[in-house]
């Protein structure tokens, strides 16, 4: 018997110069991969890269519009005086929607009790629909809540000398009476967010209008020298103006509103400041990022709410400076509103206030004075992820939607 091995079967492969027998390992032996085909392949996909990325950045400097996720739930405009109008969200059309991870059925009967959302200034309406699964509006909606919202629209220095009064006193008085018109009950619930809770407040307090059945509080400040570093800020202020008060005389309220007209630019810039590691860090993302058309969408829509602030009026800058910062009145109980004192032991509808575990402008312990200072019998307050932006529509936000629809449900019928 021969020791030697088999020899390995010879396969006839054909090339350019015709039929030649070249020997092909079948066994063992793997075949080294095509170095200029995997260069190749690699360039390509560089090139894909390259074209994705520069897609983006373009889309993202010159094309922002294109990219914008919000504003897309429908409403009608029921009332516009040329300045503020008055939204209504209709039923949606779709029999489910996904909001937060979650697949929300759309209800199709409606509880009594309508929402009115009452925003502060400063803020385009974007924040309450800012995506189509992370939209409050829409949220409610589909939990069978009728909707409305008061744009408070874009002030010039023609209205610099709007005030508490002009918004607490005598605009929405006139426009929650429209809304009762058109929805034909008396009992409304008012969810008021930052300086849209504090207009809450001062209406029910300043109207004891017992038809308000419902209050939400998100981000409302009532003792303003307990929030933090700002708090810190104020009470110098206050110590300051003091002094200034006994020695002199003067006082804020004795300028012209016009000298604290605000415009939205400056109020995007300060509002940026308020966490300057964190804006300059989305940016960074963007950059790094810029390969997920997702993110950059993303980044687009919420921009778009973060670089379109308004104007505040003058006359509510020196409210707001003067009343709630300096003097911080609102920890007593009370509030100076044009000639009028409000005072919020006279506010007793169903309260729940919400205060955001990382909110640096209204700390949770600046917000939870609420709780001391109205006569509601039935009040929670919830500390919740998120900061002062992050509590109405930061992506922890839909899990006190949830809860909160629950509360208001229960309170609504």
């Known amino acids: 018997m021969s020791l030697l091995k088999p020899k390995q079967p010879t396969r006839l492969i054909e090339t350019t110069a015709g039929l030649s027998s070249v ?29 994705t990325y520069t897609g983006n950045a373009f889309d993202r400097l010159f094309r922002s519009a294109s990219l914008i996720q919000a ?3 429908p409403f009608e405009t029921l009332y516009n005086d040329g300045l503020v109008s008055l939204r209504y969200y209709p039923r949606l059309a779709e029999s489910e929607v996904e909001i937060g991870g979650e697949v929300v059925g759309v209800s199709r009967e409606t509880h009594k009790v309508p929402v009115v959302i009452i925003p502060p200034l400063a803020v385009n309406m974007l924040i309450y629909d800012l995506f189509p699964t992370r939209s409050l509006v829409r949220f409610l909606r589909a ?20 005030n508490m009064h002009t918004y607490v006193g005598e605009l929405m008085p006139n426009y929650l009476e429209r809304i009762r018109e058109h929805n034909g ?21 300043l109207s004891q209008d017992r038809d308000i059945r ?11 020298h307990a929030s933090g570093v700002l708090g810190i800020v104020y009470k110098l202020f206050s110590e300051a103006a003091e002094v200034v008060r006994r020695n002199t005389g003067f006082r804020i309220h004795n300028l012209k509103p016009d000298w604290f007209y605000t415009p939205g630019w400056m109020n995007t810039l300060g509002f940026k400041l308020t966490n300057p590691v964190g804006s300059v860090m989305g940016y960074w993302e ?26 505040y009026p003058g006359g ?13 009145s609102l920890s007593k109980g009370e509030i100076q509103i044009g000639e009028q004192v409000a005072r919020l032991s006279d506010v007793n509808a169903n309260l729940f206030a919400i205060a955001g575990a990382s909110d640096t402008l209204v700390t949770p312990r600046a917000a939870r004075m609420v709780m001391d200072v109205v006569s509601s019998e039935d009040k929670t307050f919830r500390t919740v992820p998120g900061g002062h932006m992050g509590i109405l529509a930061g992506s ?13 449900a229960e309170r609504s019928d």
Request: cysteine-free; overall charge positive; glycine content about 8%.
């Open 71 to 73: 504003g897309q739930t």
């Open 214 to 224: 419902n209050l939400v509080l998100l981000g409302a400040p009532v003792d303003s």
């Open 396 to 408: 922890h936000a839909p899990e006190s939607w949830r809860v909160l629809a629950a509360w208001l």
């Open 23 to 51: 020997p092909i390992q079948h066994s063992g032996v793997k075949t080294m991969a095509n170095p200029i085909k995997s260069v190749l392949s690699k360039g390509l996909r560089l090139t894909e890269q390259a074209s």
């Open 286 to 311: 963007l950059v790094v990022r810029l390969g997920d058309r997702q993110f950059v969408r993303d980044h687009a829509t919420t921009s778009a709410f973060l670089d379109r602030m308004v104007a």
């Open 185 to 205: 009950q008396r009992q409304l619930t008012l969810h008021g967010w930052s300086m849209g809770g504090m207009f809450t407040l001062f209406y029910s307090a």
């Open 143 to 162: 939990k069978g809540f009728e909707v409305y919202l008061i744009d408070w629209g874009t002030p010039t220095k023609k209205q610099s000398h709007f």
């Open 316 to 328: 509510i800058i020196q409210d707001t400076l003067v009343r709630v910062w300096i003097d911080n």
